[in-house]
């Protein structure tokens, strides 16, 4: 009688580590077809949906004229570049003569005033100011600029005094430094110096003209060797932002700043030997016309009135924002699916299989959550750096100029919102593990995320503060990660969620649905262990 | 007909989640429609304010748990089964729908003209205290002025729709996670689009065609001329949403096997 040898699989012996647990979630993941096709669901309708905003925001201007009734539709222009690449607004009073080499200008300014509108438009062509309201805007400036030449964006270095900020230094249009506060009057006059060593501009500032103190210098690369230097006088429009609902709202108009300027003295070689006034301005700025501004001069005394902010330009369109408007389509379903990947197996009784197999609940968990945040991580890459350019491309060939955000900007985008997707799809596999109820969960983690961005962003909801406090705690904080325009202090502006403006900086929004994930799947891994599956 | 819709009640009532979520439901409602309104600063110069759509700002995210329990009345039966039993027991299977339809439809009225009292009653009171009153020039906010009663009630049927819409749906795919999902995408994607596009023209139809900004419609009392549809035919929007889903699930059930 023969013994027969007990079975013995074939299967190698393998320890029972995180990648077999790995592997296992990979292989549930990937054989469930409805999970695969909702994941390509996903990046279909990122894609889709950009295209499709990308080629239904028509953007054209026309000059309707009684001459020219039905003018051809043009494409939007462009506002100028400054020299770092961004979109600048750059209208101002300009008194200039050509400085040839180094050398210095030095001021005093014994006042500014101004004018403003408070209904969107000014006067009548022969009498633009009329029905305007007198008082100076807190960004309104006056003082002295050297500037690369009259094409608007070129490089410049200036000190000047404003309406309410004090004296400040600001060059090539997003550097600005502070120095004497305090507003300028009769009785307290400031002095103000610029001066100019090859690429170097060097900003003093002086309440008596006799002790000056160095506010700041500037390198402006590539400065011809003959610049254009002299007085400069400019204020940003009027406007009201309504704090109540009606969220972004503002009104208001365009507005005048005029600066007294005496003891006016030149170093260095100024080979013109006298001034020249000109109004810097495209047609569509934001500023009076040029018959409203001007300059008089009496010996070393002169008053220099102007409109429009040499600036950062705030009032652009945030086109990458646009193209990716079918992010939100895109998380909904990964939540789904994030959400499935947990209750399936509750569903299905799978769980106690998978428990039975890996009996330390936490790893499982771990192990789900590390599958998962790749998979989508890796979709949403695919997703967003095909959408960027697409919708770019569509959008321009509708005529949208095109926010130009940077390289850097541009794959913070593309890796944000591809982490963005992997965050919440972890979020959605937390939820769903906590409340074990696939409707439930799908619910709480898209009510958390998409509305407060929604209730956010469409003006007339709710109230601005109410809509800061909701982009900044509520895991839809996270869309930050998308924003491509950039805040700047020296510009007044409705910075809000409507208009692509988050409150915290791009990695703390992520770093907020990070933390509501973490906090999620901490209560998840303790109920899994604490419950009976 | 009424022992298919005692034996749908009978489920319904019986599940323990259905009370604390029409229950919160009509809680969310109401607070978040008093958090608005005690959250309104108005210049003295006035604002453009509509009393009415402040207070019953709650039901945007009301409309999500009365979602749920439309949801989880069709797709709670498919995961756990029941559905064959449901179907052996009334083959004619229009008549289990329309049972279902006729019994979440009810609860979500009882719950949301709680819902909507509560939120008009809390507007009302806050409101006052925040200067939107008859001594600062806005109507004040009573049941018995009509536009504000047809918000009231429109709101009520607003969600109604929703849970028929929410019905309907899991009808269709099923399973709880994908239909939630679906009508979540439904509501939200369309305002969210909506406020991408930049063309006037597709603005506008996208507002028109938008199941949720179009019934939401009904609860505008002021400015009604700036509105792309009237409050009635935006209710109608959702109400052809609703419909369509309905028919599509009616007929997916009736050739589909269980």
């Known amino acids: 009688m023969s013994v027969m040898a007990p079975y013995q699989s074939e299967q190698r012996v393998r320890r029972d580590g995180f990648g077999q647990l790995l592997w296992a979630e990979w292989t549930k993941f990937r054989t469930v077809r409805g999970w695969v096709i909702g994941l390509l669901v996903a990046v279909l309708l990122i894609v889709g949906l950009g295209a499709f905003t990308g080629v239904n925001s028509q953007c054209s201007v026309a000059d309707v004229t009684p001459q020219n009734p039905n003018p051809p539709i043009q494409a939007c222009p462009s506002p100028p570049t400054g020299p770092g690449g961004e979109w600048v607004s750059d209208s101002f009073y300009f008194v200039r003569q050509p400085l040839a080499g180094d050398g210095s200008i030095t001021v005093r ?53 404003t309406g309410s900020h004090g004296v400040r230094m600001q060059w090539n249009f997003t550097h600005d430094v502070a120095g004497l506060a305090g507003k300028v009057s009769a009785d307290s006059p400031r002095w103000l110096r610029l001066a100019r060593s090859g690429d170097v501009i060097t900003g003093y500032d002086s309440a008596d003209g006799t002790h000056w103190t160095k506010v700041g210098t500037a390198t402006l690369a590539g400065l ?23 969220g972004a709202s503002s009104t208001g108009g365009p507005a005048l700043a005029t600066g007294t300027y005496d003891r006016v003295s030149r170093l260095g070689t100024w080979p013109a030997g006298r001034w020249t006034g000109q109004a810097i301005q495209a047609t569509r700025d934001n500023a009076l016309p040029a018959s409203a501004q001007g300059f008089t001069q009496a010996g070393d005394r002169f008053t220099v009135t102007g409109s429009g902010d040499i600036a950062p330009s705030t009032d652009s369109i945030d086109s990458v924002k646009h193209s990716l408007a079918g992010t939100f389509a895109g998380l909904i379903a990964v939540v789904v699916i994030g959400v499935m990947f947990i209750t ?33 991580f890796a979709a949403g890459l695919v997703a967003a750096a095909v959408t960027i350019p697409l919708g770019e491309h569509l959008l321009r060939d509708s005529g ?65 503060g109410a809509e800061q406090w909701l982009v900044r705690v509520t895991p839809a904080a996270a869309f930050a990660v998308q924003q491509s325009v950039v805040q700047y202090h020296q510009v007044d502006t409705v910075y809000a969620a409507g208009t692509g403006y988050f409150p915290l900086a791009p990695w703390a929004g992520l770093a907020v649905l990070c933390a509501w994930t973490a906090l999620a799947l901490a209560l998840a891994v303790f109920l899994l262990r604490r419950r009976d599956a | 007909m009424t022992d298919v819709v005692h034996a749908e009640w009978t489920k319904l009532r019986t599940l323990p989640g259905t009370g604390w979520l029409l229950l919160a439901a009509a809680a969310l409602t109401a607070a978040v429609g008093a958090i608005a309104a005690n959250a309104v600063t108005c210049p003295a110069g006035g604002c ?58 009810t609860v979500t009225l009882a719950a949301g003209a709680v819902a909507v009292l509560a939120s008009v009653l809390a507007g009302s009171l806050l409101l006052a205290r925040h200067g939107i009153s008859p001594a600062h020039g806005y109507e004040a906010l009573s049941l018995g002025d009509g536009p504000v009663l047809r918000a009231a009630a429109g709101s009520v049927l607003y969600l109604v729709l929703i849970a028929l819409l929410s019905l309907g749906v899991a009808a269709v795919v099923r399973d709880s996670a994908v239909a939630i999902g679906v009508v979540l995408a439904l509501l939200y994607l369309f305002p969210i689009i909506s406020g991408a596009v930049t063309s006037p023209a597709w603005h506008r139809h996208l507002d028109q065609l938008s199941p949720m900004t179009a019934g939401l419609y009904i609860q505008a009392t002021t400015n009604l001329r700036s509105l792309p549809l009237t409050p009635w035919q935006g209710l109608g929007v959702l109400a052809a949403w609703a419909a369509g889903a309905m028919l599509a699930g009616a007929l997916l059930l009736r050739f589909r096997d269980a």
Do not use: C
């Not at chain 1, 008082?135 to 000047?160: D, E, L, N």
């Not at chain 1, 060797?225 to 009606?246: C, D, I, K, R, V």
């Not at chain 1, 900007?409 to 992997?422: N, Q, W």
């Open chain 1, 400 to 464: 949208n100029p095109i926010y130009p955000a940077g390289v850097l900007t541009m794959t913070r985008i593309v890796v944000g919102t591809a982490a963005l997707l992997a965050i919440s799809a972890v979020l959605g596999l937390a939820v769903g593990t906590v409340l074990r109820r696939s409707a439930g969960a799908v619910t709480v983690v898209i009510a958390g995320l998409v509305l407060p961005y929604l209730l956010a962003v469409t003006p007339g909801i709710l109230p601005v």
């Open chain 1, 224 to 246: 011809p060797s003959t610049a254009q230097a002299g007085l400069f006088a400019a204020s940003p429009g009027y406007s009201a932002n309504s704090t109540s609902l009606g």
């Open chain 1, 344 to 376: 399936a197996e509750y569903r299905r009784g799978m769980i106690r299989t998978t428990l039975a197999a890996s009996p330390r609940r936490g790893r499982v968990l771990a192990a789900k959550a590390v599958v998962l945040a790749v998979v989508v």
């Open chain 1, 109 to 161: 300014l014994t006042s500014l005033t101004g004018l403003y509108s408070t209904h969107g438009g000014f006067g009548s062509p022969q009498n633009p100011t009329a029905g305007m309201t007198p008082g100076v805007q807190p960004w309104a400036k006056a003082g002295i600029i050297i500037k690369a030449g009259t094409r608007q964006g070129s490089a410049y270095a200036a000190m000047m005094v």
């Open chain 2, 48 to 105: 453009q304010l509509d009393p009415a759509k402040v207070s019953l700002t709650g039901i945007e995210l009301g409309q999500v748990v009365v979602a749920i329990v439309a949801v989880t009345v069709v797709s709670g039966e498919y995961s756990t089964g029941m559905i064959r039993l449901t179907l052996a027991a009334t083959p004619r299977r229009w008549r289990v729908l329309t049972a279902k339809a006729a019994v979440a439809g």
